[in-house]
């Protein structure tokens, strides 16, 4: 493992052209356009810079950002406000007062008020999801136009009062004449004023993410080391991807009462020496997940519009990108929380009738670099594969010089609700920008469930 | 830089990798070579950590024999003796079990206390010696850690423990009427603290990783980890042993202090148990409480508080000795003999004898959502059994779902459950008025009221909808299976089952076979008691089968005992300084008057006159006047919600006033009127065993031990006939025989025992 992250670290510009080439003289498949199936295609998609929560977005709601990256989508498409059919979030971490973000962005951002607008949520792949009940949407030909989106912000959480301290509130609104108001108060406790924090643990399992990746990464004995090194490898290969401007996804955002926001900021490479002095986050004091190899809290959203082919083509679009087949997976929400992505790579690539060989551009999220590792150790596992997934042999490893070469959540940042379009859009831009034909999105989520699609390039 | 950077991490992997390897070789060829000269021991040397590795061949379980004593101190010799060596970690390989205590079979070849000692003061030298290694030693504990185990673990510098449900830490010498014999009274006080130490080692309880913890019992947790790229029990050890590593060298190298931060309250206590009227306080309120409890009827308790004592009061070369003479004594005691045995004894009805049943029973399906039958499927769902609960009327079968969830909720409370897993066992239940899903069944379990027609009905209805493998089990304390099963088309899938109130905290399953039941119809239910969590007899059917049958007797003479006179609390006081949990009036209410009654005229009918004795006239009096025992609130005496002291209920004068018989002043001393009520429990349950209704003397104890109470003191009636001498017991049973007549009678096996001193019922 070591020795391909760094072997790739170096030779990443040559490797990955001659990969291509080679990759190109195995592939099974031309395209994988299906008989009687409308073809779905990515227009475009952008974002707005993630940052670090807490800072520049920190006064904001989740609308304003979602309505920024509606915004941006605009602009960057020109798409006529009144063809969108459909708009759907994602998020995660809901404000109560925009529990449907996605109508109060869209109606904010100048959609038509005749244009209906839902939310959904599902953990870290809640815009995966967005995207995908757009493919759906489209395919059964109830929309042609839709907008999936995702948005999150980390900067501002729901802090409820106390059950206690609820129930007596609503009862107090009950109360009709004094006395039963004294009599409603007369039952106030101190402890009623502890406040109730959005729960950072799962809820089936009391245990935090970090901690199961901790343990997860135990499990694959997979050392420090080779988490930072992978930690390193994102940073490093994000911040190149920010200088060389191949993050073109992402839109600047004029934050009301401070700068104009136009590149990400949690993007920061640093040396192993340092990232070792670290002491671990979860697990104390000898675990092996610290806050340098995890993704940090981070504010932002992001939009696609995903339309019919034909339709696309009608309006005079160059499409970036076909979504196509898609799986959706979930495990053992304890011991294999993060293992999403094992368990779904397999699946879409059968049901696409592809091969490891096939793909050109891997977006893995990364949530933690001891999650991404142990995914990579249990693809490359047989005994995992015939165990635990019931199948005969392992999918494969997948080459480290076609994987998240634009950086990851783990440099770039991870808004839970907008990182699944952000995966697609990077899939999609690397393939045109690389030359590629197919690319895989996978993530892991929260409830131990798992997400993965094939992105195939539109022809130039 | 980036070329720079990626030489060094090059680098930095071949080093690690080839000194990877290498450790692997050097381990692979110590442990080959070990395996060799050592069968229960071996280790291997990473870098200058030896990993010593304890995994005794053909057992399920690591016990502290003499010859893994003898290994282990071979070992240690040669980590002291290395210059190669600093630290060291001891773990076990075995999945599950650290080290589950010391081996009762070395205890039990011993004749003499002066053996016991002696074992007991070798053993006390290699922990002391252990204890004072200049070479830091780290237990890593996964799964049990119990006895001598963990005696062994607190001798250690260090103590990781994995937090799996099944790692538990504890003192459990004093359920075997023994003591730790190997420095844990000496040590734990200092470690834990004077209180926790009694609490550890006067109730035996196990205490699990976490609490351990907070405790300071073990100095750091390990979680247990999921698959990876091998099994999740076999890395999980690999990761303990990892994670001790580093603490071994840490410690050697003086990084990390093996002390621990005391928090406020801990430090409060420290100090007040610092002065010695406090401790003597200590001391006489522990003694008070144990003598309340036990009714002195334990010596092990008082002889523990008295070595801590001894330790503490007087240094701890006068506490090693005492633990060690204590210990041999102990040992040599009836009550210790009694409680190994009935230890034996549960560890024998915890094995399904009967094979693995053909099909296993994947969905249940539970008639009758009362008491018993919502209990039976409590202790189902929460083991993951898909259950379904069926009752004729809504509002009992709400009430009996509400007692299933009110059961796991208890659990949750006391945090022995999430409310996650809650939920998710109470989801295995399913409720419902009608036979739907009952073609799925595998196993369908009666426990609708006593009544045979309602029985014979409910077997019909039942055999009507399920599939030909499904098993058909009644749940019923006194009415013959055989009968039950007269009316049924298959009566070789028909068995009873026999549960004990209440269901999810009494441990005993009583599974009753007629001549018809088929072997694997006996295997399946054994094998559903066992997944329930039960310990097993297996008995022929007859009227009262076993259990009942002893049981019925008994409370006939307590009838009549109270007929000549002796009150209710008086009489209750006498059975439970005999040992018994709860006392003979109390068990009646607790019972229930109508059930007794219900019992005793069936058995009544079918035995004559061995069950005679009181008058059931009594019982018909409380009846007609509602006195049914707790569930009535009135009984002999009056319950009422959230009293905890019971009175007498004054109406019952009359009734026993009108009952009065005059009483024999030759047997109706108190010894008397204990041996009167034991004697026939005893008798009766011999001559079960005589008639072959019991197949071994050891389901015969744990039936009377799990099931009905009998005092555990006494080892249950077959080992209290072999401890106590059964020409005794004749002699008892003669003398009241003569006043009583024939429910006294000797049975011919015990008359056989007793003229044969050398006839013993466990050899």
Same mark, same amino acid.
């Not at chain 1, 030909?141 to 609820?166: F, N, Y």
């Not at chain 2, 060298?249 to 009227?277: H, Q």
């Not at chain 2, 523990?304 to 701890?316: L, R």
């Given at each position: 493992?070591?020795?391909?992250?760094?072997?790739?670290?170096?030779?990443?510009?040559?490797?990955?052209?001659?990969?291509?080439?080679?990759?190109?003289?195995?592939?099974?498949?031309?395209?994988?356009?299906?008989?009687?199936?409308?073809?779905?295609?990515?227009?475009?998609?952008?974002?707005?810079?993630?940052?670090?929560?807490?800072?520049?977005?920190?006064?904001?709601?989740?609308?304003?950002?979602?309505?920024?990256?509606?915004?941006?989508?605009?602009?960057?498409?020109?798409?006529?406000?009144?063809?969108?059919?459909?708009?759907?979030?994602?998020?995660?971490?809901?404000?109560?007062?925009?529990?449907?973000?996605?109508?109060?962005?869209?109606?904010?951002?100048?959609?038509?008020?005749?244009?209906?607008?839902?939310?959904?949520?599902?953990?870290?792949?809640?815009?995966?999801?967005?995207?995908?009940?757009?493919?759906?949407?489209?395919?059964?030909?109830?929309?042609?136009?839709?907008?999936?989106?995702?948005?999150?912000?980390?900067?501002?959480?729901?802090?409820?009062?106390?059950?206690?301290?609820?129930?007596?509130?609503?009862?107090?609104?009950?109360?009709?004449?004094?006395?039963?108001?004294?009599?409603?108060?007369?039952?106030?406790?101190?402890?009623?004023?502890?406040?109730?924090?959005?729960?950072?643990?799962?809820?089936?399992?009391?245990?935090?993410?970090?901690?199961?990746?901790?343990?997860?990464?135990?499990?694959?004995?997979?050392?420090?080391?080779?988490?930072?090194?992978?930690?390193?490898?994102?940073?490093?290969?994000?911040?190149?991807?920010?200088?060389?401007?191949?993050?073109?996804?992402?839109?600047?955002?004029?934050?009301?009462?401070?700068?104009?926001?136009?590149?990400?900021?949690?993007?920061?490479?640093?040396?192993?020496?340092?990232?070792?002095?670290?002491?671990?986050?979860?697990?104390?004091?000898?675990?092996?997940?610290?806050?340098?190899?995890?993704?940090?809290?981070?504010?932002?959203?992001?939009?696609?519009?995903?339309?019919?082919?034909?339709?696309?083509?009608?309006?005079?679009?160059?499409?970036?990108?076909?979504?196509?087949?898609?799986?959706?997976?979930?495990?053992?929400?304890?011991?294999?929380?993060?293992?999403?992505?094992?368990?779904?790579?397999?699946?879409?690539?059968?049901?696409?009738?592809?091969?490891?060989?096939?793909?050109?551009?891997?977006?893995?999220?990364?949530?933690?670099?001891?999650?991404?590792?142990?995914?990579?150790?249990?693809?490359?596992?047989?005994?995992?594969?015939?165990?635990?997934?019931?199948?005969?042999?392992?999918?494969?490893?997948?080459?480290?010089?076609?994987?998240?070469?634009?950086?990851?959540?783990?440099?770039?940042?991870?808004?839970?609700?907008?990182?699944?379009?952000?995966?697609?859009?990077?899939?999609?831009?690397?393939?045109?920008?690389?030359?590629?034909?197919?690319?895989?999105?996978?993530?892991?989520?929260?409830?131990?469930?798992?997400?993965?699609?094939?992105?195939?390039?539109?022809?130039? | 830089?980036?070329?720079?950077?990626?030489?060094?991490?090059?680098?930095?992997?071949?080093?690690?990798?080839?000194?990877?390897?290498?450790?692997?070789?050097?381990?692979?060829?110590?442990?080959?070579?070990?395996?060799?000269?050592?069968?229960?021991?071996?280790?291997?040397?990473?870098?200058?950590?030896?990993?010593?590795?304890?995994?005794?061949?053909?057992?399920?379980?690591?016990?502290?024999?003499?010859?893994?004593?003898?290994?282990?101190?071979?070992?240690?010799?040669?980590?002291?003796?290395?210059?190669?060596?600093?630290?060291?970690?001891?773990?076990?390989?075995?999945?599950?079990?650290?080290?589950?205590?010391?081996?009762?079979?070395?205890?039990?070849?011993?004749?003499?206390?002066?053996?016991?000692?002696?074992?007991?003061?070798?053993?006390?030298?290699?922990?002391?010696?252990?204890?004072?290694?200049?070479?830091?030693?780290?237990?890593?504990?996964?799964?049990?850690?119990?006895?001598?185990?963990?005696?062994?673990?607190?001798?250690?510098?260090?103590?990781?423990?994995?937090?799996?449900?099944?790692?538990?830490?504890?003192?459990?010498?004093?359920?075997?009427?023994?003591?730790?014999?190997?420095?844990?009274?000496?040590?734990?006080?200092?470690?834990?603290?004077?209180?926790?130490?009694?609490?550890?080692?006067?109730?035996?309880?196990?205490?699990?990783?976490?609490?351990?913890?907070?405790?300071?019992?073990?100095?750091?947790?390990?979680?247990?980890?999921?698959?990876?790229?091998?099994?999740?029990?076999?890395?999980?050890?690999?990761?303990?042993?990892?994670?001790?590593?580093?603490?071994?060298?840490?410690?050697?190298?003086?990084?990390?202090?093996?002390?621990?931060?005391?928090?406020?309250?801990?430090?409060?206590?420290?100090?007040?148990?610092?002065?010695?009227?406090?401790?003597?306080?200590?001391?006489?309120?522990?003694?008070?409480?144990?003598?309340?409890?036990?009714?002195?009827?334990?010596?092990?308790?008082?002889?523990?508080?008295?070595?801590?004592?001894?330790?503490?009061?007087?240094?701890?070369?006068?506490?090693?000795?005492?633990?060690?003479?204590?210990?041999?004594?102990?040992?040599?005691?009836?009550?210790?003999?009694?409680?190994?045995?009935?230890?034996?004894?549960?560890?024998?009805?915890?094995?399904?004898?009967?094979?693995?049943?053909?099909?296993?029973?994947?969905?249940?399906?539970?008639?009758?959502?009362?008491?018993?039958?919502?209990?039976?499927?409590?202790?189902?769902?929460?083991?993951?059994?898909?259950?379904?609960?069926?009752?004729?009327?809504?509002?009992?079968?709400?009430?009996?779902?509400?007692?299933?969830?009110?059961?796991?909720?208890?659990?949750?409370?006391?945090?022995?459950?999430?409310?996650?897993?809650?939920?998710?066992?109470?989801?295995?239940?399913?409720?419902?008025?009608?036979?739907?899903?009952?073609?799925?069944?595998?196993?369908?379990?009666?426990?609708?009221?006593?009544?045979?027609?309602?029985?014979?009905?409910?077997?019909?209805?039942?055999?009507?909808?399920?599939?030909?493998?499904?098993?058909?089990?009644?749940?019923?304390?006194?009415?013959?299976?055989?009968?039950?099963?007269?009316?049924?088309?298959?009566?070789?899938?028909?068995?009873?089952?026999?549960?004990?109130?209440?269901?999810?905290?009494?441990?005993?399953?009583?599974?009753?076979?007629?001549?018809?039941?088929?072997?694997?119809?006996?295997?399946?239910?054994?094998?559903?008691?066992?997944?329930?969590?039960?310990?097993?007899?297996?008995?022929?059917?007859?009227?009262?089968?076993?259990?009942? !049958?002893?049981? *019925?007797?008994?409370?006939? @003479?307590? +009838?009549?005992? /109270? %007929? &000549? =006179? #002796?009150?209710?609390?008086?009489?209750?006081?006498?059975?439970?300084?005999?040992?018994?949990?709860?006392?003979?009036?109390?068990?009646?209410?607790?019972?229930?008057?109508?059930?007794?009654?219900?019992?005793?005229?069936?058995?009544?009918?079918?035995?004559?006159?061995?069950?005679?004795?009181?008058?059931?006239?009594?019982?018909?009096?409380?009846?007609?006047?509602?006195?049914?025992?707790?569930?009535?609130?009135?009984?002999?005496?009056?319950?009422?919600?959230?009293?905890?002291?019971?009175?007498?209920?004054?109406?019952?004068?009359?009734?026993?006033?009108?009952?009065?018989?005059?009483?024999?002043?030759?047997?109706?001393?108190?010894?008397?009127?204990?041996? !009167?009520?034991? *004697?026939?429990?005893?008798? @009766?349950? +011999?001559?079960? /065993? %005589? &008639? =072959? #209704?019991?197949?071994?003397?050891?389901?015969?104890?744990?039936?009377?031990?799990?099931?009905?109470?009998?005092?555990?003191?006494?080892?249950?009636?077959?080992?209290?006939?072999?401890?106590?001498?059964?020409?005794?017991?004749?002699?008892?049973?003669?003398?009241?025989?003569?006043?009583?007549?024939?429910?006294?009678?000797?049975?011919?096996?015990?008359?056989?025992?007793?003229?044969?001193?050398?006839?013993?019922?466990?050899?």
């Amino acid at each position: 493992m070591t020795s391909l992250l760094t072997y790739t670290f170096k030779n990443l510009p040559n490797t990955s052209k001659w990969a291509l080439r080679f990759s190109s003289q195995t592939k099974s498949k031309k395209t994988l356009a299906k008989p009687n199936i409308r073809n779905i295609v990515v227009v475009d998609g952008v974002r707005t810079p993630f940052l670090l929560s807490g800072t520049s977005y920190k006064d904001l709601m989740p609308h304003d950002l979602a309505r920024a990256a509606l915004s941006g989508l605009l602009h960057r498409t020109s798409v006529p406000k009144d063809v969108v059919d459909y708009i759907i979030f994602g998020t995660v971490i809901q404000e109560v007062k925009t529990s449907n973000v996605a109508r109060e962005a869209a109606l904010g951002a100048g959609f038509s008020d005749k244009t209906p607008a839902h939310t959904v949520t599902m953990a870290c792949i809640s815009s995966n999801q967005a995207m995908t009940t757009a493919v759906g949407l489209i395919a059964s030909g109830q929309c042609d136009v839709v907008v999936a989106g995702g948005v999150e912000l980390m900067s501002d959480i729901p802090i409820r009062h106390s059950r206690k301290m609820r129930k007596m509130m609503l009862d107090l609104n009950k109360a009709k004449t004094l006395a039963q108001r004294l009599s409603v108060i007369s039952k106030f406790r101190l402890n009623f004023l502890s406040p109730e924090l959005p729960a950072v643990s799962e809820f089936s399992t009391s245990e935090t993410m970090g901690h199961s990746a901790d343990r997860l990464a135990a499990a694959f004995a997979i050392s420090r080391e080779e988490q930072d090194e992978y930690a390193l490898r994102s940073h490093s290969l994000a911040k190149r991807a920010q200088d060389e401007g191949l993050l073109s996804d992402v839109v600047p955002f004029k934050v009301p009462g401070r700068d104009t926001v136009t590149q990400d900021n949690g993007i920061r490479p640093s040396s192993l020496d340092q990232m070792a002095k670290l002491k671990p986050a979860f697990i104390k004091p000898y675990g092996t997940v610290t806050a340098a190899n995890s993704s940090f809290l981070t504010d932002g959203a992001s939009a696609v519009l995903i339309m019919a082919e034909e339709k696309a083509l009608a309006m005079g679009y160059k499409p970036k990108a076909y979504l196509r087949d898609f799986m959706y997976v979930s495990q053992d929400p304890k011991d294999q929380l993060l293992l999403g992505p094992t368990y779904a790579t397999p699946k879409v690539l059968e049901k696409a009738g592809l091969t490891m060989n096939d793909i050109d551009a891997f977006e893995f999220h990364e949530a933690f670099s001891g999650q991404i590792l142990a995914n990579l150790k249990a693809m490359d596992s047989d005994w995992f594969a015939q165990n635990y997934m019931g199948r005969k042999a392992k999918v494969g490893l997948p080459p480290l010089e076609k994987f998240n070469n634009w950086g990851g959540s783990l440099s770039l940042g991870h808004p839970f609700g907008a990182t699944g379009c952000r995966l697609v859009m990077a899939a999609a831009n690397r393939l045109r920008k690389e030359g590629g034909q197919y690319g895989l999105v996978a993530a892991c989520a929260a409830g131990g469930q798992g997400h993965a699609m094939i992105v195939e390039a539109y022809p130039k | 830089m980036v070329a720079s950077r990626a030489i060094g991490s090059l680098s930095r992997f071949t080093a690690s990798r080839t000194l990877r390897c290498s450790g692997y070789i050097c381990r692979s060829f110590t442990r080959a070579s070990a395996l060799l000269t050592r069968t229960h021991i071996n280790y291997g040397v990473k870098g200058d950590v030896a990993v010593i590795r304890i995994n005794s061949p053909n057992s399920k379980v690591n016990t502290l024999s003499q010859e893994l004593h003898s290994e282990f101190m071979e070992v240690m010799n040669e980590v002291w003796s290395s210059s190669q060596i600093r630290s060291a970690v001891l773990i076990s390989t075995k999945p599950g079990c650290f080290i589950a205590g010391a081996d009762l079979n070395m205890l039990n070849a011993c004749t003499t206390s002066q053996e016991v000692t002696q074992i007991s003061q070798e053993a006390q030298k290699m922990f002391e010696k252990l204890e004072k290694s200049t070479k830091p030693v780290v237990a890593a504990i996964n799964g049990s850690c119990l006895g001598g185990g963990l005696e062994l673990a607190i001798s250690c510098q260090y103590r990781i423990a994995t937090k799996d449900k099944k790692t538990v830490l504890g003192s459990p010498e004093v359920l075997l009427g023994i003591l730790p014999g190997a420095g844990a009274t000496q040590r734990l006080p200092k470690m834990v603290g004077i209180p926790a130490a009694f609490d550890m080692m006067l109730t035996g309880r196990s205490i699990r990783a976490d609490r351990a913890k907070k405790m300071g019992l073990v100095d750091q947790l390990v979680e247990p980890l999921g698959p990876g790229v091998k099994p999740p029990e076999e890395r999980t050890i690999e990761y303990l042993e990892e994670v001790a590593i580093t603490f071994a060298k840490g410690l050697a190298d003086k990084k990390i202090t093996p002390k621990r931060d005391k928090g406020l309250v801990e430090k409060m206590t420290s100090y007040a148990l610092s002065i010695p009227f406090v401790r003597q306080q200590i001391y006489k309120k522990v003694e008070e409480k144990v003598q309340k409890q036990t009714k002195g009827l334990y010596p092990a308790p008082l002889k523990i508080i008295d070595v801590v004592k001894t330790g503490i009061e007087q240094g701890s070369n006068a506490g090693y000795l005492s633990e060690s003479q204590r210990f041999g004594e102990l040992a040599m005691t009836k009550e210790s003999k009694a409680l190994m045995g009935l230890y034996r004894g549960q560890t024998q009805c915890k094995k399904n004898k009967f094979g693995a049943p053909q099909k296993e029973v994947k969905q249940l399906a539970v008639l009758g959502a009362g008491l018993m039958g919502a209990g039976i499927a409590q202790v189902s769902v929460d083991k993951g059994l898909q259950t379904i609960l069926k009752d004729t009327t809504l509002p009992a079968l709400g009430r009996g779902q509400q007692q299933v969830f009110k059961g796991l909720n208890d659990k949750v409370k006391k945090k022995t459950l999430t409310s996650f897993e809650r939920d998710a066992m109470f989801s295995n239940l399913i409720g419902q008025l009608d036979y739907r899903g009952f073609e799925k069944a595998d196993m369908v379990i009666e426990a609708v009221f006593e009544d045979l027609s309602l029985k014979h009905r409910v077997l019909k209805e039942t055999e009507a909808v399920i599939p030909d493998h499904c098993v058909f089990a009644s749940n019923t304390s006194a009415l013959p299976i055989g009968e039950i099963a007269t009316v049924s088309k298959r009566p070789e899938k028909v068995i009873g089952m026999h549960y004990f109130s209440p269901v999810d905290k009494m441990q005993l399953l009583e599974i009753i076979t007629t001549e018809k039941t088929s072997k694997d119809t006996t295997a399946s239910a054994v094998d559903v008691g066992l997944r329930q969590g039960k310990v097993i007899i297996v008995v022929k059917d007859g009227p009262g089968f076993y259990t009942t !049958r002893c049981l *019925t007797p008994m409370m006939s @003479e307590v +009838i009549r005992i /109270l %007929q &000549e =006179g #002796v009150g209710p609390k008086k009489l209750d006081s006498l059975t439970t300084s005999f040992g018994f949990p709860v006392g003979a009036a109390t068990l009646v209410d607790e019972v229930g008057v109508d059930v007794a009654k219900h019992v005793a005229e069936n058995l009544g009918k079918e035995f004559g006159e061995r069950f005679a004795g009181g008058s059931l006239e009594m019982l018909q009096q409380m009846i007609s006047k509602g006195f049914l025992g707790r569930k009535s609130g009135k009984g002999f005496y009056i319950y009422q919600e959230g009293v905890k002291n019971k009175n007498l209920n004054s109406d019952m004068d009359s009734i026993l006033a009108s009952l009065k018989m005059p009483s024999q002043p030759d047997v109706s001393s108190d010894e008397d009127i204990q041996y !009167r009520l034991v *004697t026939r429990f005893v008798n @009766e349950a +011999i001559l079960c /065993l %005589q &008639e =072959g #209704v019991l197949a071994t003397p050891t389901e015969g104890d744990i039936g009377a031990v799990f099931g009905l109470g009998f005092p555990p003191c006494l080892g249950g009636p077959f080992h209290f006939v072999d401890l106590y001498g059964a020409q005794k017991i004749v002699d008892r049973l003669r003398k009241y025989e003569a006043v009583y007549g024939k429910q006294f009678t000797p049975c011919q096996l015990l008359v056989d025992h007793a003229n044969n001193p050398n006839k013993k019922f466990y050899q």
